[in-house]
């Protein structure tokens, strides 16, 4: 309500008497009255428009009346009413809820990590998040196969949740499928890639969706590989089940990178790594607890397939390896180009040897034995990361920690060719003294801009992550 008081007559009084005599104007407005119901929420109820209270009701205050009697304030509204947070979800540590124990834990590069948290209306993102999350949960275990989460909803609640535990096992929708049981019936299907479609190491995930009489599937991304290639998602719609494509796409295509590389590509993913000093010198070895539990160089060496280093590295220090719990160890590429007739690599043991292989440019005898060695026509990037791609490899970590020696050379035109699709470049703060030409990364022969970088601080260093 509005109280006006009107001054009281002073025209006879002079003017500069007259501005002191006369009190300023003051409006009054009620405070909001509360409704007992619903405590803490203003409400204004209906009632007739605002009155003046005092004073004579000239043309003035019937126009001043009218305005508030026509303004949107004086209409009657409703109390705001709390939003409600999504169901949580809880986290899984096996294909099918908790049954089957797999390594968990682990993201690609520094998008470790992905939260599980959507906005009101928007719950397909929100459950597509969660499939990425789950797909996740088997990083460094599916390859050559790709890493593939599903949860199945049904009026709202989550009733089953699966993974692609490793390659040879059912898909992420059977898991999920078992899971929920009965309950996937005329239910939701989320899943972070296509369905296959195919007869392979296990039967088609069309077939068992379409069994389970769901009523529609949301897929994250279309499968690449020429034998799926929509196929999965055609049979899903003859068979009259709704199909929705592209939720949370850019998610989907980041978490398997490595795998649409190879399938568009032929060639094997490769990521180069490197530590510099503030001046641009490569330094050959790697940051304090960085390759320790939880560390970025024990989840590269966990997520990749296998890790190129050279033949000095091979000889002088250990060999990468994770020390994550129950990580897979990537296979060791040792390159080895004019060594001669023999290699000792003495943090090589016989029960490891079958997990390496050394890629030279002429025959070598490799101690310890038991390791495999190729013999190549051509040693360069190109015909490496053919080679991998051709034994099943998909993703490979070059480690490079020698400026000036065989890893050099076959990087000298890796920007050119195209061959490397990611960089993760660990800064260290240390200037060092007197570099040689040899000891500048890339020798200064390339220039090149990341795009996409994120970066965090690893122990007083500065890690960088873009692509090319």
Known sequence: RVSF??????????????????????????????????????????????RLLAGPRDAASSLLTDMISSSPLSRPRLAPRPRLAPRPVPAAASPCRARLAVAGGGARGLAAGVRCQAQAGDMDAHYMRRCVELA???????????????????????VGEGFHPKAGQPHAEVFA?????????????????????????????????????????????????????????????????????????????????????????GKAFATLRATLSMNGIVINQIGSGTDQ????????????????????????????????AGAKQPLYI???????????????DEESASNAIVLADSPVTVEPAGVSVSVLDQMNLESILQLLADRGLCSVLVDFRDAGGVLASLLSKFQEDKLVQKVVLELSPVWMVSPGPSDLAFGGSQSFALKNVEHKEVNGTLLLEGYL
Not at 7 to 18: K, M, Q
Not at 295 to 306: F, R, T
Not at 307 to 316: L, N, P, R, T, Y
């Open 5 to 50: 008081r009107p001054a009281p007559p002073c025209a006879a009084l002079p003017r500069r008497a007259r501005r002191r005599a006369t009190p300023p104007t003051k409006l009054h407005r009620a405070p909001p009255r509360r409704h007992p119901a619903s405590p803490g929420f203003p409400i204004l109820q209906d009632a007739p428009p605002p």
């Open 293 to 324: 539990p939880g560390g970025y160089y024990s989840q590269l060496a966990k997520e990749y397939d296998g890790v190129i280093i050279s033949s000095d590295m091979a000889k002088a220090t250990a060999l990468p390896m994770s020390r994550e």
């Open 177 to 265: 499928l078992r899971d929920a049981g009965d309950l996937a019936e005329n239910a939701t299907a989320y899943v972070s890639l296509e369905p296959c479609n195919h007869y392979g190491r296990t039967p088609p995930c069309s077939e068992a969706l379409i069994k389970a009489k769901v009523k529609e599937v949301v897929v994250g991304m279309t499968d690449p590989n020429p034998i799926v290639a929509s196929k999965g998602i055609e049979k899903l719609r003859n068979a009259g089940i709704d199909v929705r494509v592209g939720v949370e796409e850019a998610l989907c295509l980041r978490l398997n990178e490595a795998y649409i590389h190879r399938m568009l590509t």
């Open 334 to 348: 040792i390159i080895a180009q004019g060594q001669g007739s023999k290699l000792d690599i003495p943090f090589l």
């Open 136 to 158: 996740r949960t088997a990083a460094g275990h599916t390859s050559p196969n790709p890493m593939v989460g599903c949860v199945i909803v049904r009026e709202g609640k989550v």
